[in-house]
T-cell receptor
Framework: KNEVEQSPQNLTAQEGEFITINCSYS?????LHWLQQHPGGGIVSLFM???GKKKHGRLIATINIQEKHSSLHITASHPRDSAVYIC??????????????FGKGTKLSVKP | DARVTQTPRHKVTEMGQEVTMRCQPI?????VFWYRQTMMQGLELLAY????????DSGMPKDRFSAEMPDATLATLKIQPSEPRDSAVYFC??????????????????????FGSGTQLSVL
């Protein structure tokens, strides 16, 4: 079983829809990161959070440490949001402190 | 804008040749990661440095891969000899890690990671 599981793997939405991507993890963490990778390949860090909720524009990230679960929400989705969204947890154990363990990613396609 | 600079962007080489990838982290960042991305495996850690000291290179095939930080402004990843299965995109990322105030929590990133544009490597 992967230490970081994302769902869904693929998601197609119509422009304007509210989108939720989920991430569950099974290891102890100090923080969780949401990354965005566009078709061109570049990776951008969207959020780093260790509790509660963060918001940036139309993006909202939440985390529940007790349930080991995080969600990334996109409100009023737009075709330019089409990308792969990757959840990564920052390990807090042993020699791997600070390292990131990645989920497999969720490929989002937003149709006009 | 501060950014992580990786070179080269693309590299095509023949099996058996040496490949060197370079990364210039953001000034002031003390933590540097090398990741490899393939369709099958996604993003995998190869090596990671904090304050130039190697912390975890367990994901790196040590018989052919080596990673170094000769100074705070340069990280290198070398493959010798290269093999077709090394074909992938290699990313460097940098960030700032500081000790947590809680004694048992060690170090952690205290801000988002910044990724380089990646090196697309093809080994024929």
């Amino acid at each position: 079983k992967n230490e970081v599981e994302q769902s869904p793997q693929n998601l197609t939405a119509q422009e304007g829809e509210f989108i939720t991507i989920n991430c569950s993890y099974s290891v102890g963490i100090s923080a969780l990161h949401w990354l965005q990778q566009h078709p061109g390949g570049g990776i951008v860090s969207l959020f780093m959070l260790s509790s509660g909720k963060k918001k940036h524009g139309r993006l909202i990230a939440t985390i529940n440490i007790q349930e080991k679960h995080s969600s990334l929400h996109i409100t009023a989705s737009h075709p330019r949001d089409s990308a792969v969204y990757i959840c990564a947890v920052e390990s807090n154990y042993g020699g791997s402190q600070g390292n990131l363990i990645f989920g497999k990613g969720t490929k989002l396609s937003v149709k006009p | 804008d501060a950014r992580v600079t990786q070179t080269p962007r693309h590299k095509v080489t023949e099996m058996g040749q040496e490949v060197t990838m370079r990364c210039q982290p953001i000034l002031g960042h003390n933590t540097v990661f090398w990741y490899r991305q393939t369709m099958m495996q996604g993003l995998e850690l190869l090596a990671y440095f904090r304050n130039r000291a190697p912390l975890d290179d367990s994901g790196m095939p040590k018989d052919r891969f080596s990673a170094e930080m000769p100074d705070a402004t340069l990280a290198t990843l070398k493959i010798q000899p290269s093999e077709p299965r090394d074909s992938a995109v290699y990313f460097c990322a940098s960030g700032l890690s500081t000790p947590f105030t809680s004694r048992d929590r060690g170090f952690g990133l205290n801000e988002k990671l910044f990724f380089g544009s990646g090196t697309q490597l093809s080994v024929l």
